[in-house]
């Protein structure tokens, strides 16, 4: 019967995909609760197996399978994070596949497909934020409304990204969202073409549907925790002007914070006052781990202060943006940073 056909790929693919989440947890993470729980989840879905009325493996045929062959997709992977989602995956759309077929055989099939899928939503969840995200942020640029509705605009960023832009920001204060969505989704195709983060700035909503590296949340933007909930793997920055905010935010699980400004600046009205390049000093003596990128004011001049107070990188805008040559900037910025860490 081809509907055991079904229900024995559906097994194997997820206590596949689960077991190499156990070794995630076991071998990658040393946590030994999320170890267990993913071998219990896995001697679960072996007991579904158990309670079926016929054995699914008398009708394997691996040989004459047409889905056996690897994607391009399939071939690599950049890192444990890309693991531990790709295989969560996997691992869940099996037990989807169960939950239906199942119901042609049997309601426990499906009730149990169903909970072993919503516990692995959860575990899935706990394991990355454990994994801390992958990003360089040596050299991250911000859009403003001034520079975006400049007709040069895309010209300008594209060559920006070519010259060592390592991580960049849709921030856009004056536009609807309809808008937003357009210039978003045509920023991050350039992002992708030249291997740059693409982050949005406030909105979840909008980073969702663009299917955004990350989001850059202000103070007083929606809350970290909520955001991860609802933005699982991915990376979420946060703002800081002082030192009480940034150990909140750190605290409070931030994949980096965006300190400043650091030195006055005139990009945006409302700063907050300068704080200085000594409260990122004290920031990284307290939290080596947790990356700090400077924010405000900073120009080429000032990058070595910054850097060798300790920031993982510095935020720009008018720096790059209001330069005669904004590709020129980029490079220059890029290599001072890597004369300053050395």
């Given at each position: 019967m081809e509907i055991y056909r079904i229900i024995d790929v559906n097994l194997n693919r997820a206590r596949e995909g689960i077991r190499v989440l156990e070794e995630v947890a076991r071998f990658g993470l040393a946590n030994r609760k999320l170890f267990e729980e993913f071998k219990h989840l896995r001697h679960f879905i072996k007991e579904i197996e158990k309670s079926l009325a016929g054995n699914p493996l008398w009708y394997r045929d691996a040989q004459n399978d047409p889905g056996q062959e690897l994607s391009s997709e399939e071939m690599a992977r950049n890192n444990l994070r890309e693991v531990v989602l790709a295989n969560a995956k996997r691992a869940q759309e099996s037990l989807r596949v169960l939950e239906e077929f199942g119901k042609l055989l049997d309601a426990a099939i499906v009730l149990n497909a169903k909970k072993a899928r919503f516990l692995l939503y959860e575990l899935e969840k706990e394991v990355l934020t454990l994994i801390k995200p992958s990003v360089d942020l040596t050299l991250y640029v911000l859009t403003d409304d001034a520079y975006l509705n400049e007709e040069k605009f895309w010209r300008v960023v594209e060559d920006c990204l070519k010259n060592g832009v390592t991580a960049f920001q849709y921030r856009a204060k004056g536009k609807k969202g309809a808008e937003m969505y357009r210039e978003g989704l045509r920023l991050k195709e350039l992002c992708a073409k030249y291997g740059v983060s693409f982050f949005v700035n406030d909105r979840l909503d909008l980073g969702l549907a663009l299917n955004a590296d990350g989001v850059h949340l202000g103070q007083e933007d929606l809350l970290l925790e909520v955001a991860r909930k609802h933005f699982p793997g991915k990376i979420i920055g946060l703002s800081a002007t002082n030192y009480e905010?940034?150990?909140?935010?750190?605290?409070?699980?931030?994949?980096?914070?965006?300190?400043?400004?650091?030195?006055?600046?005139?990009?945006?009205?409302?700063?907050?006052?300068?704080?200085?390049?000594?409260?990122?000093?004290?920031?990284?003596?307290?939290?080596?781990?947790?990356?700090?990128?400077?924010?405000?004011?900073?120009?080429?001049?000032?990058?070595f202060e910054v850097i060798r107070a300790g920031a993982d990188g510095i935020a720009v805008i008018s720096a790059v943006f209001g330069a005669e040559s904004p590709a020129r900037a980029v490079y220059e910025l890029r290599e001072t940073i890597i004369r300053a860490r050395e």
């Open positions: 905010e940034g150990v909140l935010g750190i605290k409070a699980g931030a994949d980096y914070l965006g300190l400043g400004p650091i030195f006055p600046t005139s990009t945006k009205e409302d700063a907050a006052p300068p704080c200085g390049v000594e409260v990122i000093q004290k920031l990284k003596e307290e939290f080596p781990n947790s990356p700090v990128i400077a924010i405000g004011g900073i120009d080429r001049e000032k990058v």
